[in-house]
């Protein structure tokens, strides 16, 4: 039995990925933030090592005793240096990172040379390490993209498409990369590879826009906004802290479909249709409020 330490465990990712670990025959421990919510976690009985990414002394005492590192901690905050040196340091037997296909966009993105940096951090390390990188990943209530359009078509008669809505999507299903992320900690191939991690349906924007409608037997009008007013529009409401960034308007232009070939020949990865997955999320918003205490 190997003990697995895994950062971001509180995350939308990792409540799933720490939920698939306990069911395996792993040890799994947490490391969190003292202000963190792992009230869940210790109620499941998992055990939390508390510290901060960004302090390798607390990282090092963290990974005392551990075997694997499941890294699902953002790349694009700066951590990674740290926590590399901490987990070189451990002689794990294995680490998995988390990072995201995001490092391919053909955008300035103010976190895209972190995020690189932070891969070639874990090449240069000499550990024994898998890199994995989702796409855009959905599938509950804490998903902060799908969900989000769920609940403005639910309410909303119309909404705006930037362009044509011609640019292919690829939204990953959350359990899917869970799946992947264990997949990989007993997968001898996955060690020093690299894998883009995809959904089941390819689909434009356009195209995923009437599906959630579909679904939700809704009749909503697209209304098409040339890209510059929808970014100098973004701008505006970014101001105010509402809509999406202007970044993530242009990135609605590009493409975002890979290859998931290696993946699925390494760590038997399946990803579920879109139509399957959307389903699910959509069961949330047709559950019960829970009751008051």
Not at 1 to 8: E, F, I
Not at 131 to 137: A, H
Not at 148 to 158: A, D, E, G, N, V
């Given at each position: 039995?190997?003990?697995?330490?895994?950062?971001?465990?509180?995350?939308?990712?990792?409540?799933?990925?720490?939920?698939?670990?306990?069911?395996?025959?792993?040890?799994?421990?947490?490391?969190?933030?003292?202000?963190?919510?792992?009230?869940?976690?210790?109620a499941q009985g998992v055990?939390?090592?508390?510290?901060?990414?960004?302090?390798?002394?607390?990282?090092?005492?963290?990974?005392?005793?551990?075997?694997?590192?499941?890294?699902?901690?953002?790349?694009?905050?700066?951590?990674?240096?740290?926590?590399?040196?901490?987990?070189?340091?451990?002689?794990?037997?294995?680490?998995?990172?988390?990072?995201?296909?995001?490092?391919?966009?053909?955008?300035?993105?103010?976190?895209?040379?972190?995020?690189?940096?932070?891969?070639?951090?874990?090449?240069?390390?000499?550990?024994?390490?898998?890199?994995?990188?989702?796409?855009?990943?959905?599938?509950?209530?804490?998903?902060?993209?799908?969900?989000?359009?769920?609940?403005?078509?639910?309410?909303?008669p119309m909404v705006p498409?930037?362009?044509?809505?011609?640019?292919?999507?690829?939204?990953?299903?959350?359990?899917?990369?869970?799946?992947?992320?264990?997949?990989?900690?007993?997968?001898?191939?996955?060690?020093?590879?690299?894998?883009?991690?995809?959904?089941?349906?390819?689909?434009?924007?356009?195209?995923?826009?009437?599906?959630?409608?579909?679904?939700?037997?809704?009749?909503?009008?697209?209304?098409?906004?040339?890209?510059?007013?929808?970014?100098?529009?973004?701008?505006?409401?970014?101001?105010?802290?509402?809509?999406?960034?202007?970044?993530?308007?242009?990135?609605?232009?590009?493409?975002?479909?890979?290859?998931?070939?290696?993946?699925?020949r390494d760590l038997c990865?399946?990803?579920?249709?879109?139509?399957?997955?959307?389903?699910?999320?959509?069961?949330?918003?047709?559950?019960?409020?829970?009751?008051?205490?």
């Amino acid at each position: 039995m190997s003990t697995v330490l895994v950062t971001g465990a509180t995350g939308f990712l990792g409540e799933f990925v720490t939920a698939r670990l306990r069911a395996g025959a792993d040890r799994v421990v947490v490391f969190a933030r003292p202000a963190s919510n792992i009230a869940a976690l210790v109620a499941q009985g998992v055990e939390v090592r508390s510290g901060d990414l960004g302090d390798q002394a607390s990282l090092r005492r963290a990974l005392a005793g551990v075997d694997v590192l499941v890294n699902l901690a953002s790349l694009g905050f700066g951590h990674a240096p740290t926590i590399v040196a901490a987990a070189a340091n451990a002689g794990l037997q294995h680490a998995v990172f988390v990072s995201t296909t995001s490092i391919y966009s053909s955008l300035p993105a103010g976190s895209k040379p972190t995020r690189i940096a932070a891969e070639q951090a874990v090449r240069d390390s000499g550990l024994p390490y898998t890199l994995l990188r989702p796409t855009m990943i959905y599938g509950s209530p804490r998903d902060r993209n799908i969900w989000r359009l769920i609940k403005y078509l639910s309410r909303w008669p119309m909404v705006p498409l930037v362009g044509d809505g011609s640019a292919l999507q690829q939204p990953v299903f959350v359990d899917d990369v869970a799946q992947a992320v264990v997949a990989a900690l007993h997968s001898p191939a996955a060690r020093g590879s690299e894998y883009n991690l995809a959904g089941g349906t390819r689909l434009s924007f356009a195209q995923l826009l009437r599906e959630v409608c579909a679904q939700l037997g809704r009749r909503v009008a697209m209304v098409r906004v040339p890209e510059k007013v929808a970014v100098a529009a973004a701008r505006g409401l970014q101001q105010l802290g509402v809509g999406i960034s202007a970044e993530q308007v242009l990135r609605l232009q590009e493409d975002k479909v890979f290859d998931c070939s290696a993946a699925q020949r390494d760590l038997c990865y399946t990803a579920r249709a879109f139509e399957v997955g959307l389903a699910q999320e959509i069961e949330w918003l047709r559950r019960p409020p829970p009751m008051p205490d």
